[in-house]
């Protein structure tokens, strides 16, 4: 009582405000509630690793549940003590240098699937009683298929990190592809990349992923010879909808799966700065060039007249431009930059499926840009989706 006087005088409780009052007392007296909490608390007279790391596994199975992505970790680290640790973090910095981001949950993941050909963490009975020598093998070519994923992923599909990234799942199944094959035909290469774009535009792993991910690898068949039937397998899912709609990028966002296209589709045009000419891509020498989210139709200019947010910030209305590029439009009107640009080298707007149609660059015309925007768009990356 003395603290809800003291916050009535700070004017934090309006005088007669007693709904306020009620409020805080409630959250007060729940505070105050910690000093009878019980914890419970379990001596175990055991020394043997597997015993309390069995203890521990139990323990978190009740209550706030560690993710079982953990607790596989927890039997990993009993299983090969001090040797699975550090190659972790060492696989973890080396993915975080090209811009990936992948945590110790995914990198358990990838292991299990590589050494099991399933993803799920429950029912690995049988996995544990492997010998550790074949685990930690198992986890040498979990490491280096990994690898050479992420370059497919980067070199071959021109993803270049986690921020482009829509689902690091998709990376299981090129994760167990590459850790067993040698080589792949032209062929297997364009059905994977297309399979790869497909995946993660259509949002493959949205719903239950584990699921959805032991029918991938399933599809893929013994050594990952079936490449070919992960794909019809995706296509047969989509019903054979693989086609974006301009419907589709209506207040589709930088977060939205088909915005990497629209990065892929303006780097296959050989998109470049719109002042100095030099091409966009990701790892630029010069610090200004580094590739930002333009808004074409600026934010500022957008909200004085109205505009709202969804709509401002749809990819409809984002180019990927070098750092100085950026700074230099600042909020200057469309019709006047754009023009500049134009008359200079209308190459550079069309790369980026800008609508030439100078009448269309003005505020007052901003949604009829975006309507011819989003269909530019969606020809671009449904020319990509074809392969």
Not at 8 to 32: F, Q, S, V, Y
Not at 286 to 297: G, L, N, P, R, V
Request: charged letters at 30%; a negative charge.
């Amino acid at each position: 009582m003395d603290i809800l006087d003291q916050l009535a005088e700070a004017g934090i409780i309006r005088p007669g405000d007693r709904e306020k009052r009620n409020e805080l007392h409630d959250r007060l007296r729940k505070l105050t509630m910690i000093r009878e909490y019980q914890y419970p608390v379990e001596i175990v007279r055991e020394d043997d690793l597997e015993v309390v790391t069995e203890i521990f596994i139990r323990i978190n199975s009740g209550g706030t549940r560690l993710r079982e992505a953990e607790l596989a970790l927890a039997r990993l680290a009993w299983k090969l003590p001090g040797s699975i640790v550090g190659p972790f973090e060492e696989m973890e910095d080396a993915c975080a240098e090209r811009d990936f981001e992948l945590d110790s949950r995914f990198l358990m993941r990838a292991l299990i699937s590589v050494a099991t050909r399933q993803s799920r963490f429950r029912d690995l009975k049988a996995f544990w009683e492997r010998p550790v020598e074949e685990i930690e093998k198992t986890w040498k070519r979990t490491a280096t298929g990994l690898k050479l994923a992420l370059d497919f992923v980067e070199g071959n599909v021109g993803i270049p990190g986690s921020e482009l990234l829509p689902s690091q799942n998709s990376l299981i199944p090129l994760t167990l592809i590459f850790s067993e094959r040698k080589s792949l035909s032209g062929e297997e290469e364009r059905n994977l990349r297309r399979w790869f774009l497909l995946a993660n535009a259509f949002s493959r792993y949205a719903g239950p992923a584990e699921t959805t991910l032991n029918q991938d690898l399933t599809a893929l068949g013994a050594k990952s010879e079936n490449i070919t039937g992960l794909l019809d397998l995706l296509i047969r899912d989509l019903r054979g909808n693989l086609a974006i709609t301009s419907q589709d990028l209506q207040r589709a966002g930088i977060t939205s799966p088909f915005f990497p296209l629209a990065y892929l589709a303006a780097i296959r045009r050989n998109a470049t700065d719109w002042f100095k000419g030099i091409r966009i891509r990701r790892d630029s020498f010069a610090d200004d060039q580094q590739i930002e989210y333009h808004h074409i139709f600026p934010k500022k200019l957008l909200n004085a007249a109205g505009v709202e947010r969804y709509t401002r910030d749809e990819m409809a209305n984002i180019a990927f431009l070098g750092q100085k590029a950026n700074r230099r439009i600042l909020a200057r009107d469309p019709a006047s930059y754009l023009a500049e640009i134009a008359d200079n080298d209308p190459a550079r707007l069309e790369a980026q499926m800008i609508p030439m149609d100078r009448g269309l660059w003005a505020v007052d015309r901003f949604e009829d840009f975006l309507v011819a925007r989003r269909q530019f768009l969606t020809d671009a990356m449904n020319e990509l989706l074809a392969g």
